[in-house]
Nanobody, 116 residues
Framework: QVQLVESGGGSVQPGGSLTLSCVAS????????MGWYRRAPGKERELVAI???????HYADSVKGRFTISRDNSKNTVYLQMNSLKPEDTAVYYC??????????WGQGTQVTVSS
């Protein structure tokens, strides 16, 4: 069965940077979009960024201009480059691959902590 594995999380000071990666162990057919979501303690999951099969990119207003989503089809990997990190970015980040055939696939999450 397909598994998604996130990596690259960690603890940084405000203004720092991190790059997250999400790798699929198998093939997911008919992918419409890949995305990153996050869940902070006591809050609902929220969309951070998505990239479509046509390479359109969309970002939450709170991260626009600071985060960049990209993908490498040959490596079955989606990335999230995060710059100018703020304390409010602290959350568990999850990748989501949406297939028109099979629905959504989720990773287990990676912790990002931004604090002084």
């Amino acid at each position: 069965q397909v598994q998604l594995v996130e990596s690259g999380g960690g603890s940084v000071q405000p203004g720092g940077s991190l790059t997250l990666s999400c790798v699929a162990s198998g093939t997911i057919d008919r992918i419409n979009a890949m995305g990153w979501y996050r869940r902070a303690p006591g809050k609902e999951r929220e969309l951070v960024a998505i990239i479509t099969s046509g390479y359109d990119m969309h970002y939450a207003d709170s991260v626009k201009g600071r985060f960049t989503i990209s993908r490498d089809n040959s490596k079955n990997t989606v990335y999230l480059q995060m710059n100018s990190l703020k304390p409010e970015d602290t959350a568990v980040y999850y990748c989501d691959w949406c297939s028109a055939l099979s629905g959504d696939f989720w990773g287990q999450g990676t912790q990002v902590t931004v604090s002084s």
